[in-house]
């Protein structure tokens, strides 16, 4: 069956510190990737996303993260916390031509001032 | 404003009566999803449709029904709820499978 495994459960960081949160999935077919934020109290929201092209996206707020293909991996990256990171962190996979969207447990992520 | 509405935002409930959370979006989005999220586990897809009389299962949907009617509403139905059912519930829409979803504002279930 197809899964999506984050390796961290919580990270705990100061501001400032560097920041990379893994994913990786089980599936062999082509995939659309994506990281899911949620702040304490607020909705699911976009960080970035992954469909074609350049494996190296950006997204908002200063996050990226890297496709690599071959080792079925999505890792998310910051260069510098800050504080308002604070956050809940989601990747999650949808097969191509598929309407199914596959999460990951979640990363609890609490950055200390 | 664009959104995606649930409702109730809270309901606790008994065993066995059957109850219907509501999801309505006004962006004429295609695509609505429904969601579990439950601690450690991540969120889970309960069923989905690709548009208006078509829905499909996700991962975990023994216990629920759909149905999709009209564009702007996807209502989730617990015809018997059970405890395991107890779980803080998501509805998403997009423009299609290949754009990002916007999520509702959660509803909190527990069943008693």
Redesign the interface.
């Known amino acids: 069956a197809q899964s999506?495994s984050?390796h961290n459960?919580h990270v705990i960081l100061s501001e400032a510190a560097s920041l990379e949160l893994g994913c990786n999935y089980s599936y062999g077919g082509t995939v659309?990737l994506?990281w899911y934020v949620q702040y304490p109290g607020q909705?699911?929201?976009?960080l970035l996303?992954y469909?074609s092209g350049d494996p190296l996206v950006k997204g908002i707020k200063g996050f990226e993260a890297e496709f690599i293909k071959s080792k079925f991996s999505f890792n998310l990256r910051k260069p510098s916390v800050q504080w308002s990171d604070t956050a809940e962190y989601?990747c999650?996979v949808?097969p191509s031509n598929?309407?199914?969207?596959?999460?990951?447990?979640?990363t609890t992520l609490q950055v200390k001032p | 404003e664009a959104q995606v509405t649930q409702n109730p935002r809270y309901l606790i409930t008994v065993t066995g009566k059957k109850l219907t959370v509501t999801c309505s979006q006004n962006m004429n989005h295609e695509?609505m999803?429904w969601?579990r999220q439950d601690p450690?586990?991540?969120?889970?897809?309960i069923y989905?449709?690709?548009n208006v009389e078509v829905t499909?299962k996700?991962?975990v949907p023994e216990g629920y029904k759909v149905s999709r009617k009209e564009k702007r509403n996807f209502p989730l139905i617990l015809e018997s709820p059970s405890p395991n059912q107890t779980s803080l519930y998501?509805c998403?829409s997009s423009s299609g499978?290949?754009y990002?979803?916007y999520?509702?504002?959660?509803t909190r279930l527990t069943v008693t």
Not at chain 1, 43 to 46: E, N
Not at chain 1, 98 to 106: A, P, R, S, Y
Not at chain 2, 40 to 45: K, N, S, T
């Open positions: 999506v984050q459960h659309n994506f909705h699911l929201q976009l996303k469909f989601f999650a949808r598929t309407g199914k969207l596959i999460f990951g447990q979640g | 695509y999803s969601y450690g586990l991540g969120l889970r897809q989905y449709s690709m499909d996700g991962d998501f998403a499978t290949y990002e979803q999520f509702g504002p959660g």
